[in-house]
């Protein structure tokens, strides 16, 4: 047996892999290994510096709550979330363009009428959202399904908020016959992701900016379609170059119109002002 050392040391641990470990195991397991090794040995690592890693990653795992997943923001933050979604999810033929999940998902969300709101009584400018979806051949999609989500118009998502869940701007809509959506909720608001863990300690280590383009989240899915997570994007944010996430795509930034308090093209009578904004959405074959 001889010793290891720093030259020797990362060949001995890609070794001890057995026989039997699957081809896509060993691809991932040793391209992690060697990515790694070869990290600590370019910058030097010294043991503090690692030690700070273990407790970073430490601390990121207990700022994981079932409403907060904190490694999400992590790697969204980082621009790996982003880089992931790009291999796995290449535009095609018009398609729509895919973007980052975030840490706010819920699954279940409440099932809203067509045309319905999704959004009562919380703060923010309300708009209606409309559009078509269709597959890449242009032909409507009926019973099509958008799982929706979205700050208020302070920034905050239902999640964020003490007490027990209050679900708002969160919601399910199935399109019509023709393949066409529509729905209420409010302009999402521009707002900073959150900065009280671990991830917001790394962004000021990079003196990096902490704020996210106002947005709407959805996941748009229909049979015999890849389903796509994306996100409709405010034209008139000024962080749509400097996203903190990197989730911004030209074809998903959307113009919404302003109006002023009266009827909506729905027939719907607001007393305030009011946005209106039309997105439609083209899905690629499964």
Not at 93 to 116: C, H, K, M
Request: charged letters at 20%; hydrophobic letters at 40%.
């Amino acid at each position: 047996m001889s010793d290891l050392d720093v030259t020797t040391l990362t060949d001995a641990v890609l070794a001890r892999m057995s026989a039997q470990v699957t081809p896509r195991t060993r691809q991932l397991i040793g391209a992690l290994v060697r990515h790694l090794h070869d990290f600590a040995r370019e910058v030097e690592l010294t043991e503090a510096e690692w030690f700070t890693a273990i407790d970073f990653l430490t601390r990121t795992g207990q700022n994981c709550t079932e409403n907060r997943q904190e490694f999400i923001l992590l790697s969204d933050i980082l621009g790996l979330s982003s880089l992931v979604i790009a291999l796995n999810h290449p535009v095609a033929a018009g398609s729509l363009a895919s973007s980052v999940l975030g840490p706010f998902y819920l699954p279940d969300a409440p099932e809203v009428p067509l045309g319905g709101e999704l959004a009562s009584g919380v703060p923010g400018t309300p708009t209606r959202y409309t559009g078509q979806i269709t597959d890449t051949a242009g032909q409507p999609l009926a019973g099509a399904v958008l799982d929706i989500w979205s700050s208020d118009g302070e920034g905050w998502y239902d999640v964020q908020k003490p007490g027990p869940l209050q679900t708002s701007a969160r919601g399910r809509v199935r399109t019509g016959a023709d393949g066409r959506y529509a729905f209420w909720s409010i302009k999402p608001a521009d707002y900073p992701v959150p900065t009280d863990g671990p991830a917001g300690e790394l962004l000021r280590a990079m003196d990096r900016d902490a704020m996210r383009p106002g947005h709407l989240h959805f996941i748009a899915s229909a049979p015999g379609c890849a389903s796509v997570t994306t996100q409709i994007f405010a034209s008139d944010s000024p962080y749509l170059r400097s996203d903190a996430v990197f989730g911004v795509s030209e074809s998903l930034v959307a113009v919404f119109e302003h109006h002023p308090p009266g009827v909506a093209p729905d027939g719907r009578r607001l007393e305030q002002a009011f946005c209106t904004v039309n997105f439609d959405i083209r899905l690629r074959p499964d």
